[in-house]
């Protein structure tokens, strides 16, 4: 298995989600739930009970007069067994 790179996201939602366990993270859009339960589970020695994934779809720009596009962002929000946490979201509060 290839090594997954997991980016937290550090925002208001992510916060308040990560109160109530769950943890959202950015993930490379070819990943699958499978994936993220794995390279979660063994990052973070937690036990996960549920993913959820969302691709975000990047906004259209224009600079100037050449348009242009963002690159979607995928992200998994990982629900973790109760009783457990990730201490990586507990230092942002």
Known sequence: MSQLILTPKISEKAMYL???????????????????????????????????????KGKVKRFRRVLGREKDVKKAM??????????LFEGAK
């Open 18 to 56: 990560a109160e109530r366990g769950i943890y959202v993270f950015e993930v490379p859009t070819s990943t699958n739930k499978i994936e993220v339960t794995k390279a979660v589970e063994a990052a973070f020695k937690v036990e996960v009970t549920d993913v959820n994934m969302i691709i975000a």
């Open 78 to 87: 990982v629900k973790v067994k109760a009783g457990q946490s990730i201490a």
